[in-house]
């Protein structure tokens, strides 16, 4: 049982880098990520608001994770539900004060990358799931075992920035950069820490509910 909380608790505090990252990203105010220009494209064609938009994307996403065999664990039920809190929290300190340079501002964004990087080694390694799209990240790079992580991660990033581009969406600099910089950084920044996430197994739900009962 410690050792399940202890994954819980190592999955909220790299959430809670990986938020800090996000929220870095948002305040360089240079242009939204990929995923987000598909959002926005769904939501300017169809009567759905953003925050619908991403949520069905989200089950989607979901349901090819599951189709490809990826675990839905607890750790995927926190993601949906503590990060977009801890954004919050952070905007709400003010910690990171408006951006209206955008030499500063691409600056801002490649380091919130590599910190949001940072953030997925520490809630990935806990092995007890993953968020719908690092989870998507993982399953094809297991169908593409030769191809570094990192590469996979710029593939899928140009993959939807292209369908975001068809759906209308606003491309921006900072659109660019994280196609290029979110694969780069998390290459980078798994490699310093010696991790695969591939040759991780996630635990499911159902799994980590059975540990709990013979704990």
């Known amino acids: 049982m410690r050792k399940i909380i202890t994954g819980w608790l190592r999955i909220t505090a790299g959430l809670f880098v990986f938020a800090l990252g996000l929220h870095l990203t948002i305040k360089a105010s240079i242009g939204v990520a990929p995923w987000d220009t598909v959002f926005l494209g769904i939501a300017a064609r169809t009567p759905l608001t953003y925050g619908l938009a991403a949520m069905l994307t989200n089950v989607f996403i979901l349901a090819a994770d599951i189709a490809m065999g990826e675990a839905i664990g607890f750790g995927t039920f926190i993601d949906a539900v503590v990060t977009g809190l801890f954004v919050d929290l952070i905007d709400w300190t003010g910690i990171v004060p408006d951006i209206h340079s955008a030499p500063v501002g691409a600056l801002v964004l ?106």
């Open 110 to 215: 490649v380091l919130g990358l590599f910190i949001m990087a940072v953030g997925q080694f520490f809630y990935m390694s806990a092995g007890q799931g993953c968020g719908p799209k690092d989870s998507f990240v993982v399953g094809v790079g297991k169908r593409l075992p030769r191809v570094p992580i990192g590469a996979v991660q710029i593939g899928i990033q140009a993959a939807v920035l292209v369908l975001g581009l068809v759906l209308g969406g606003p491309i921006g600099l900072g659109t660019l950069l994280s196609v290029v910089f979110m694969g780069t950084a998390m290459q980078i920044v798994f490699r310093i820490l010696h991790f695969e996430p591939r040759n991780v197994r996630q635990e499911n739900v159902v799994e980590t509910i059975r540990r709990m009962r013979t704990a």
